[in-house]
Nanobody, 127 residues
C-alpha cells in the first residue's frame, strides 16, 4: 500500500522556520519525484517545490525560492521541506505528492501529474 505521511506543521511567527517531513512507503522511492504543494482557503492548490533523487534535481516556485529548501534521504524514504523566513502568506495546508520521476520544469507544478498524495499538514504563520 502506498503511503505518504506529512509531519512538522504548526503555528509560527512571521520570520520563523519550520521543517516539514514526508515519509514515503509502498513504492520504489527513487522511481518517483516528490513534490510539495500548498492550499490556502479559497485558493488553488499550488506547486511549491519538487525533488527527484534519481535525477538529482530540485525546483522551487518563485514565491518560495531562496526561503525554502527541499531535500531527500533515500535511506529513510523521506523528503524534507525546510521553510525559513516564513510569511503570513505562506499559511496553508501543505501536501506532499509523488509522480514518476523526473519533476519536470513545468510538470511538477500541476497537481494532475501526481499519482499519490499525503493527507496534508497545516502551517500557520502569524504576523
Amino acid at each position: 500500500e502506498v503511503q505518504l505521511v506529512e509531519s512538522g506543521g504548526g503555528l509560527v511567527q512571521a520570520g520563523g522556520s519550520l521543517r516539514l517531513s514526508c515519509a514515503a512507503s509502498g513504492f520504489t522511492f527513487d522511481d518517483y519525484a516528490i513534490g510539495w504543494f500548498r492550499q490556502a482557503p479559497g485558493k488553488e492548490r499550488e506547486g511549491v517545490s519538487c525533488i527527484s533523487s534519481r535525477y538529482r534535481s530540485t525546483y522551487y516556485a518563485i514565491s518560495v525560492k531562496g526561503r525554502f529548501t527541499i531535500s531527500s534521504d533515500s535511506a529513510k524514504n523521506t523528503v524534507y521541506l525546510q521553510m525559513n523566513s516564513l510569511k503570513p502568506e505562506d499559511t496553508a495546508v501543505y501536501y506532499c505528492a509523488a509522480k514518476p520521476a523526473p519533476c519536470g520544469t513545468f510538470a511538477y507544478r500541476s497537481r494532475y501529474n501526481y499519482d499519490y498524495w499525503g493527507q496534508g499538514t497545516q502551517v500557520t504563520v502569524s504576523s
